[in-house]
């Protein structure tokens, strides 16, 4: 079974100031993570993933995650909020051998001006 | 490049009816999805599907119904649909290098 947990049901962060968006994940093997961006009224955008390789992934809109393997986490961060960045984010997780996506709940950012 | 389509984009259903939600891609991808996003409940999935001819449940198959006769196509039937369906749909198709696509989504609503 795979698992993704995402802590905060809100993030809030003023314009300008770093944000970091929680999530940690359980699963059996090796996991791939990822995130993705709902805008109200919106389909999924995809933001990033990790597969393999360096911890440090580099995404969309300026947006990257660290994988951290001991502590199970892969959070999202951007060292400068904006204010088109408030949305609600998704983390997500397949595990080797599966097809499919495991979501967590969702994160919404707000982000002030 | 269409990538995945999903029609309708909106759908009111009365209590009891059926209905079929279409899914269509043209990436040649083997892998289909679908899932439901309910609110503060993420994308839950229902029913996926690793190449033509082969279906399985997902977390919450009750109610729906899929086939996969082709690779592109991969429709969910309602078969008496109910108020808890109430619900936005996504379908989803990807590779086994992990390059997933969504469609934009049919929001469901069941009176």
């Known amino acids: 079974a795979q698992s993704v947990a995402q802590p905060e049901d809100q993030v809030n962060v003023a314009e300008g100031n770093p944000l970091t968006v929680k999530c940690t994940y359980s699963?059996?093997?090796?996991?791939?993570l990822f995130w993705y961006v709902q805008y109200p009224n919106r389909g999924l955008q995809f933001l990033l993933k990790?597969?393999?390789?360096?911890?440090l992934v580099k995404g969309s809109y300026g947006f990257e995650a660290e994988f951290n393997k001991s502590q199970t986490s892969f959070h999202l961060k951007k060292p400068s909020a904006l204010v088109s960045d408030s949305a609600l984010y998704f983390c997500a997780v397949r595990a080797s051998g599966y097809s499919t996506l495991t979501f967590g709940k969702g994160t919404m950012l707000l982000v002030s001006p | 490049n269409a990538g995945v389509t999903q029609t309708p984009k909106f759908q009111v259903l009365k209590t009891g009816q059926s209905m079929t939600l279409q899914c269509a891609q043209d990436m040649n991808h083997e892998y289909m999805s679908w899932y439901r996003q309910d609110p503060g409940m993420g994308l839950r999935l229902i029913h996926y599907s690793v190449g033509a001819g082969i279906t399985d449940q997902g977390e919450v198959p009750n109610g729906y119904n899929v086939s996969r006769s082709t690779t592109e196509d991969f429709p969910l039937r309602l078969l008496s649909a109910a108020p808890s369906q109430t619900s936005v749909y996504f379908c989803a198709s990807s590779t086994a290098g992990m390059d997933y696509t969504f469609g934009s989504g049919t929001r469901l609503t069941v009176v």
């Open positions: 990790y597969i393999t390789g360096d911890n």
């Open positions: 699963v059996s093997g090796n996991p791939y």
